[in-house]
């Protein structure tokens, strides 16, 4: 090592910075990227382009539709079609069932689900796991193969033609269950055997430590079941018979029905619309806790 005389500054050598984007390999990465985001903003633009073509539809005159070569952007705005939808249908009535229905299913999900995966993930007992991959197996079960014999045994309930029968029948979900057990599966098991040694009870352990760490969970399947519960056409139009108890999705579909004559299909583009706004809502404001709840269950299987 060589000595400095007194008053001498050291040499500085230039520090070369081989990972940048001058360098091939810094260009290469940057390439991939930009590839990466343009096949990302692609496939967006894909999904998207539907909605965009729906909403577009719903401020057209209803001339202007199925114009051949398509016109996606309206030549006027028409805001009468959203007054029309409103005036014209029974739209309230049916927001309201399918809101009434959508928030009772969810809870009674968020509640039957993280319960049941509690009893799977924290509480051993004999063949809790061949019980919980028999459980698991009905998801492959398709509904259509046993809907008849549970429309029998609803019907002698004397549930039928009631927002009951479809709170029942959304009331459990197998998915649930697993989505909550693989996130319990994440939290140390230490924390319910120290409960446990405490002298806090099965229930007090779920609800008072569980229920409050798997909130990006419960975010998420809270998320999962409102969706399906408010898109949900087949089990209404079993079900519901008055139409005073449809749902958004039964109107939405009688008035395809009901447009053929006139085929005022500016007005159902609007109905649709306004169906899709609560979801996009709640999507917004939950996408976080989603996104966080998913990834999180797939830490420990």
């Known amino acids: ?39 990302l903003l692609v496939f967006a633009a894909t999904l998207l382009l539907p909605f965009f073509w729906m909403v577009m539809s719903s401020l057209k005159d209803n001339n202007e539709i199925f114009s051949n070569p398509v016109r996606w952007l309206p ?15 029974n739209i309230l009535v049916w927001l309201r069932n399918t809101l009434i229905l959508s928030v009772a299913v969810t809870v009674l999900q968020l509640l039957t689900g993280s319960f049941a995966a509690y009893g799977f993930a924290k509480v051993r007992f004999p063949g809790r796991d061949l019980l919980f991959v028999a459980y698991i197996a009905t998801i492959a079960v398709p509904w259509q193969s046993y809907m008849i014999p549970q429309f029998i045994l609803f019907s002698k309930m004397g549930v039928v033609d009631n927002l009951a029968a479809i709170i029942l029948l959304h009331a459990f979900s197998a998915f649930g269950v697993f989505l909550m057990r693989q996130y319990y599966l994440t939290i140390p098991e230490e924390l319910s055997e120290a409960a446990r040694v405490d002298g806090l009870s099965e229930y ?59 085929a005022d299909y500016a007005v159902l583009f609007a109905g649709l619309t306004l169906s899709v706004i609560p979801i996009a809502i709640i999507f917004a404001f939950g996408q976080r806790y989603f996104v966080q709840g998913i990834a999180a269950t797939g830490v420990k299987g």
């Open 75 to 89: 030549s006027r705005i028409v805001w009468e079609n959203y007054v029309n939808v409103w005036s014209q249908t």
């Open 204 to 262: 007090g352990i779920w609800w008072r430590i569980m229920l409050p760490l798997s909130a990006p969970a419960l975010a998420s399947l809270a998320l999962l079941s409102f969706v399906s519960t408010w898109n949900d056409y087949l089990g209404p139009l079993i079900y519901l018979r008055e139409r005073s108890l449809w749902t958004l999705q039964l109107g939405l579909r009688s008035l395809v029905s009901n447009l053929y004559d006139r």
């Open 1 to 39: 090592m060589a000595i400095l005389e007194k008053g001498q500054e050291p040499a500085v050598r230039p520090v070369i910075d081989t990972t940048g984007p001058r360098t091939p390999a810094g260009r290469g990465k940057l390439g991939i990227r930009f590839l990466g985001y343009a096949a």
